[in-house]
């Protein structure tokens, strides 16, 4: 195994001078740097991060974990997350945990064990019983979902994204729009995005009709049944994740209604899937790689992890028109939605 002593050896340099090379420290000449940067890849030298680690209290690690969410949205902010990281010098360790806590829990313990540079949570919770099993010194921030209790945390205002959304369509001339919602469990995503919905439909006069499903594509069919059943005449369906969304236009397909002629589908989150599906999903996004480096960004200044509100914006693909004028309940729609909200995707 090749050691530091090595290298300096090989670039007559001293290890100290090594180590200030490896890590990025100052006080050496470029000559210098140059010739242990070949010795470091001549020999196929490779830190010992953990072992560094019980000197500094830190390792270049960077825990990252995906408790329960859609593969679609992870990935994205996943992306994030490595490419930042990675241009920053750190390694990420992820960990797909679903809703088992004990994986939860043991990957924390590891992550403490490690010394972990910080951990980033996707559409989970900061709880007391993570932060404890953490330790109260590695930095932790949440992803994709804001408890509104100043925990750290990078998240769009879903409240006011699903009122946005909402209101496009009515916009649209649409007055029949049935939501399809998460799990109403999740207090801090689903019950907002279904307070923004309901805001807006009641500020136009009109009657919801809401439906539950996960958020996950197996869900969404059953949504649709749900919502045809409380309403036959939708004229609209947003749905709160584009997994849900794609299942719906499929469903709509299957039952013999035209998407978007007969119904208007809006998704959430602007992940790929809405792209995957025909016509392509228009959608409430949220800027997730964008969310993912950001939350790199603020683990590593440790100081600065108060919430960051991202901002959310409404893509309009093919799935989505104005209202049939002759279905049942559907106005003349009013004026086109600013460009606050509507941007034309640029693929």
């Known amino acids: 195994m090749v050691t530091i002593r090595d290298v300096a050896k090989h670039a007559g340099v001293s290890p100290a001078t090594v180590s200030r090379v490896v890590n990025g420290l100052v006080g050496y000449s470029d000559e210098t740097r140059e010739r242990v940067e070949e010795a470091v890849k001549s020999l196929s030298y490779e830190p010992d991060s953990l072992a560094r680690g019980l000197k500094t209290r830190q390792t270049d690690v960077i825990g ?4 329960l969410v859609s593969d679609a949205l992870a990935s994205q902010v996943m992306l994030g997350v490595e490419e930042e990281a990675r241009e920053r010098g750190y390694a990420v360790m992820l960990g797909r945990t679903g809703a088992q806590s004990a994986y ?12 972990a540079a910080g951990v980033i949570l996707i559409s989970a919770v900061i709880t007391p019983e993570t932060r404890l099993l953490l330790g109260p010194k590695v930095p ?56 923004g919905y309901l805001r807006a439909m009641r500020d136009a006069g009109c009657i919801p009709v809401t439906a539950s499903g996960n958020s996950f594509y197996e869900s969404g069919a059953a949504g649709v049944e749900q919502l045809l059943q409380q309403d036959p005449e939708l004229t609209a369906i947003f749905a709160m994740s584009d997994e849900m969304g794609a299942a719906v236009v499929n469903d709509l397909h299957r039952r013999g ?13 602007n992940t790929s899937t809405a792209l995957h599906v025909n016509p392509p999903l228009s959608t409430m996004g949220q800027p997730l790689e964008e969310m993912g480096r950001m939350a790199v960004k603020k683990l590593l200044r440790a100081r600065d992890l108060g919430p960051k509100i991202m901002s ?6 093919g ?7 002759i279905a049942r309940g559907s106005l003349p729609p009013d004026r086109p939605a600013p460009s606050s909200l509507m941007q034309k995707p640029t693929h």
């Not at 990252?64 to 408790?67: F, I, V």
């Not at 959310?312 to 693909?317: F, K, N, P």
Request: glycine share 6%; aromatic share 6%; proline share 5%.
């Open 64 to 67: 990252l974990l995906a408790p």
């Open 104 to 115: 939860i829990a043991g990957y924390l313990r590891t992550l403490r064990t490690y010394r």
């Open 140 to 195: 932790l921030i949440s992803v994709a979902i804001s408890d509104k209790s100043g925990s750290p945390s990078v998240a769009i205002d879903d409240e006011l994204a699903a009122y946005d959304a909402t209101r496009y369509l009515l916009k649209l001339g649409h007055r029949r729009i049935g939501l399809l919602n998460g799990d109403l469990t999740s207090l801090y995503v689903a019950r907002p995005r279904q307070r």
């Open 257 to 269: 209604l035209r998407v978007p002629e007969d119904v208007s589908v809006l998704g959430f989150d």
């Open 312 to 317: 959310h914006r409404l893509i309009e693909r």
């Open 319 to 325: 799935s989505t028109a104005l209202a049939n004028p």
